[in-house]
């Protein structure tokens, strides 16, 4: 069984520019959650979607969006990038959650490199 | 006060050793935890689950979990060099789905 998948590995933009993320759950899995893990930091986190709905949202600015579609895929959009966006960006799925968070499963996250 | 607070490391422990990670969280509501484990460069994984007052063990690995002291701890015996790693704390249940910021682990040789 395929486990969490992320697109791209590495992505490297210039400031102000827009970055894309992707992200596929393991299947059977409904919910996606979106993980910043700066250098050397803890894991951030920036969004929650389950069924197609944004269901929590982190303590980011509104540059951060991002969308579930149909098939349980996701999407990170990062807006006007600034230098400190530069991080690991995780993904993560789990079954529906029945009262906040259930197991996680991590994908190996992409790195967004801003110069 | 942040929701959950580990002990700060870097945690260093010569091979062989018991290492006692320590985690505290504020939110009287979260009755169960997860431990991950993150090596170097690599996403967390799930090591351990523990929704009861008391141990969970899982090989060489403990987990304490003490509801009234809102207190979960991760004990790993007998460490190896492959136990060297980030351990992240996370509440169930938790609508901030946060986690606490990690021990760093370095197991000695």
Known sequence: EAGVTQSPTHLIKTRGQQATLRCS???G???????????GLGLQ??????????????????????????????????????????????????????GGNEKLFFGSGTQLSVL | QKEVEQNSGPLSVPEGAIAS?????????????FWYRQYSGKSPELIMFIYSNGDKEDGRFTAQLNK??????????????????TYLCAPRGDYKLSFGAGTTVTVRA
């Open chain 1, 45 to 98: 986190f920036l969004l929650w979607y389950d069924e197609g709905e944004e269901r929590n949202r982190g303590n980011f600015p509104p540059r951060f969006s991002g969308r579930q579609f149909p098939n349980y895929s996701s999407e990170l959009n990062v807006n006007a990038l600034e230098l400190e966006d530069s991080a690991l960006y995780l993904c993560a799925s789990s079954l529906a959650p029945r």
């Open chain 2, 21 to 33: 990670l320590n985690c505290t969280y504020s939110d009287r509501g979260s009755q169960s935890f």
């Open chain 1, 29 to 39: 899995h409904t919910s996606v959650y979106w993980y910043q893990q700066a250098l």
């Open chain 2, 68 to 85: 009234a002291s809102q207190y979960v701890s991760l004990l790993i015996r007998d460490s190896q060099p492959s136990d060297s790693a």
């Open chain 1, 25 to 27: 759950p393991i299947s």
